[in-house]
């Protein structure tokens, strides 16, 4: 019976992930409008974005190849199988032993490099855009990425994912100066990682802001249905490595199902708190000129590096 949990526990995890990525966007939609002044569309209007794409049919261009076809399919598993490594709920799952951080960065580089490829592959001006806007920002993202988690990594003596949960949930609630940084630094990479303000506008279809949207442009039907919903699921699944590696409090040990309900009750309230958060930053914030995008990443760096330095001197 020990050896069916986990496969439980991995199937309510993708669940989980598929259902409530939408819900966890239309919460952030819902919050902006209110703070805006502005009337709310529900909190399920994803889902109905969603289910509308699906009836439509598919328009693709004529010197459309195999890459463009494929990129939605591979991006949206890619993605699934990114929410089949965090450890969201438990860190019980069957994929733990591969569930590391330099895999789950490289994962997303694929999904990024494909559609890179994809926007660049019908040959309009604004996929070329975005294509050299999005690769711009990975260059800059992923080394302060590695090296914010590399800071946790240096504290749990580990670089897998279930390792660093459950070394932080063992040893208690510490503050650490390194953490302090680290978060810092994750904070500003999941913002440009994910398109939010002040980085990308999700929101926009306007050249001069257009990033990641004007890669998926060309797309239509259930081809963007499934861009857009994994587009939903990165931002989800950032914002559970963010709870993952600095608030794992909660997070369901092994071999026990009774603490499962009570895992999604604290990532429910966790995700609404980072939605908070990010409405926050989003309102308050505008969008920065693509030639600032270089400062603030490296902004996340220099957070990382100090937090991994301060390891090493206070630690």
Same mark, same amino acid.
């Given at each position: 019976m020990n050896?069916?949990?986990?496969?439980?526990?991995?199937?309510?995890?993708?669940?989980i992930l598929l259902i409530a990525a939408p819900v966890f966007i239309g919460w952030i939609r819902m919050l902006k409008c209110w703070s805006q002044g502005r009337t709310s569309a529900g909190i399920l209007q994803p889902y109905r974005d969603i289910a509308k794409l699906f009836t439509k049919d598919v328009v693709l261009a004529e010197n459309a190849s195999w890459?463009? +076809?494929?990129?939605?399919?591979?991006?949206?598993?890619?993605t699934v199988?990114?929410?089949?490594?965090?450890p969201i709920l438990s860190v019980d799952l069957p994929l733990s032993a591969t569930a590391d951080v330099i895999v789950l960065i490289g994962l997303f580089?694929?999904?990024?490099?494909?559609?890179?490829l994809a926007?660049?592959?019908?040959?309009?001006?604004?996929?070329?855009?975005?294509?050299?806007?999005?690769?711009?920002?990975? &260059?800059?993202?992923?080394?302060?990425?590695?090296?914010?988690?590399?800071?946790?990594?240096?504290?749990? +003596?580990?670089? &897998?994912?279930?390792?660093i949960v459950h070394v932080i949930t063992s040893k208690g609630f510490i503050? +650490?100066?390194?953490?302090?940084?680290?978060?810092?630094?994750?904070?500003?990479?999941?913002?440009?990682?994910?398109?939010?303000?002040?980085?990308?506008?999700?929101?926009?279809?306007?050249?001069?802001?257009?990033?990641?949207?004007?890669?998926?442009?060309?797309?239509s039907g259930r081809h963007l249905a499934l861009m857009e919903?994994?587009?939903?699921?990165?931002?989800?699944?950032?914002?559970?490595l963010g709870i993952a590696v600095f608030f794992p409090w909660g997070i369901a040990p092994k071999d026990n199902l009774i603490y499962l309900p009570a895992a999604i009750l604290f990532l429910a309230i966790k995700l609404c708190l980072a939605g908070t958060g990010l409405v926050l930053i989003e309102t308050g914030l505008a969008k920065?000129?693509?030639?600032?995008?270089?400062?603030?990443?490296? &902004?996340?760096?220099l957070f990382a590096t100090l937090g991994m330095l301060s390891y090493f001197i206070l630690e």
């Open positions: 050896q069916i949990y986990p496969v439980i526990i991995e199937i309510l995890q993708i669940a890459i463009f +076809r494929f990129t939605p399919y591979l991006v949206f598993g890619v199988l990114v929410g089949a490594i965090v580089a694929i999904a990024r490099f494909f559609t890179a926007g660049m592959d019908i040959g309009t001006a604004f996929g070329g855009m975005g294509s050299s806007r999005e690769m711009m920002i990975a &260059s800059l993202a992923e080394p302060a990425m590695l090296m914010a988690i590399f800071t946790v990594s240096l504290v749990s +003596r580990s670089t &897998s994912l279930s390792q503050l +650490r100066p390194s953490i302090a940084f680290a978060v810092l630094a994750f904070i500003l990479i999941a913002i440009a990682e994910t398109g939010r303000i002040p980085v990308d506008n999700p929101a926009t279809h306007l050249e001069l802001t257009m990033i990641h949207e004007a890669m998926i442009l060309e797309y919903w994994a587009g939903m699921m990165k931002v989800f699944l950032f914002a559970g920065m000129r693509i030639f600032r995008i270089p400062e603030f990443l490296g &902004s996340a760096f």
